[in-house]
């Protein structure tokens, strides 16, 4: 096939990595129960597969001007990129984010498709999937689409036909002995790929958001220095990956209207009170407010024929960050007042 270029961003997402940060995101999928590893292949083949971007790996241009380029990796091999992995004992969470940590930390092959998964059967009466996505590869809500048109609450719920392309064919017919809650389920996470992987809006709409991160750009060039604390220093390749159990949406979602605020709101109150305590618990200050520029990625797309690609615009938002205030609910009023538009 002919060589697709990487776009801007894309290009910009590959050139971040180095040799102290593998520029990739990393996934946990827990599975109620061990699955056959053999169907295991055979679904990446049937749903995921069937992108081209998958079997593709970065092409470096021949002029140093140039972007480089996806082209199909014709040595391609779905036992490397689809591992098995034992998890150390006692085979709990915490070793499972020991073994997570370590991927996590441990660098694609630019040489081949840029994604791989790790299989674990071993994580009590469950299994699990690590997934390593590099961010060229798209951005995180289309992967997350694409990546849970895998799953099923039914494990005999009948495969796909493989599809050389699932940018040219619709999904199959259902037959009569398919699960059709299953199936249409699996339907609409595909199709939410495919309508976040279209063009981006047009030149107006670009513009403006242009004009947005230009603005907030020429804040940060303004803006003091960060403060030197426990948080500032040079990268590593270590990585340390943890997280808790899950939270009720609803639960968030009511925390937050209590005080006329968002799930967003909650998120950064959140985090403001994480900073905080981490930086307490080393001596660092705890009465002072951090200015901290986020950017935020947003799939930009429009209902339209959709591209094996992925487009996304980054634009950065100014944060203030109230460490120096204690209570929650304090905190909460804080953030929605600063970032109410965020």
């Known amino acids: 096939m002919t060589k697709e270029h990487l776009t801007n961003i894309d290009t910009l997402m590959l050139r971040a990595d180095d040799d102290a940060s593998s520029n990739h995101g990393t996934g946990v999928m827990v599975l109620a129960a061990p699955v056959d590893y053999e169907r295991l292949k055979l679904t990446l083949e049937a749903r995921l597969l069937c992108f081209a971007r998958f ?23 779905l036992r490397y990129h689809l591992r098995k992995a034992s998890l150390p004992p006692p085979g709990d969470q915490t070793s499972l984010q020991e073994l997570v940590s370590l991927l996590a930390g441990t660098s694609l ?34 992967l997350m689409h694409i990546l849970l048109s895998l799953i099923s609450s039914d494990p005999d719920m009948p495969l796909p036909p493989l599809q050389t392309d ?37 030149s107006a709409e670009m513009a403006r958001l242009g004009r947005d991160a230009s603005a907030v750009v020429q804040e940060l060039m303004l803006s003091s220095p960060d403060t030197d604390t ?18 009720r949406l609803a639960d968030i979602k009511a925390a937050g209207s209590r005080l006329c605020g968002t799930v967003n709101d909650v998120l950064l109150t ?73």
Do not use: M
């Open 230 to 247: 426990a948080l500032r220093g040079s990268p590593s390749e270590a990585k340390r990956v943890a997280w808790s159990g899950p939270l």
């Open 166 to 202: 699932c940018w040219d064919q619709q999904p199959h017919s259902s037959s009569a002995s398919e699960p059709k809650g299953q199936t249409r389920a699996v339907r609409s996470l595909v199709r939410k790929g495919w309508d976040l992987l279209s063009p981006p809006p047009g």
């Open 270 to 342: 959140s985090v403001t009170g994480a900073l905080r305590r981490y930086l307490q618990d080393r001596g660092g200050p705890g009465q002072s407010d951090w200015n901290r520029a986020a950017a935020q990625a947003r799939g930009c797309r429009r209902t339209a024929r959709p591209l094996p690609r992925a487009e996304v615009v980054v634009v950065a938002r100014w944060l203030t960050i109230s460490i120096g205030v204690g209570p929650p609910a304090r905190i909460l009023l804080l953030v929605r007042e600063d970032h109410g538009s965020y």
């Open 55 to 77: 079997r593709q790996r970065v092409v470096e241009p021949v002029l140093p001007w140039r972007s480089p380029g996806w082209q199909d990796d014709r040595d391609f091999d």
């Open 109 to 142: 092959d630019l040489g081949r498709p840029l994604w791989q998964v790790h299989y674990a059967q071993d994580y009590g009466p469950k299994s699990v999937l690590i997934w390593r996505v590099h961010h060229s590869l798209g951005d995180g809500v289309t």
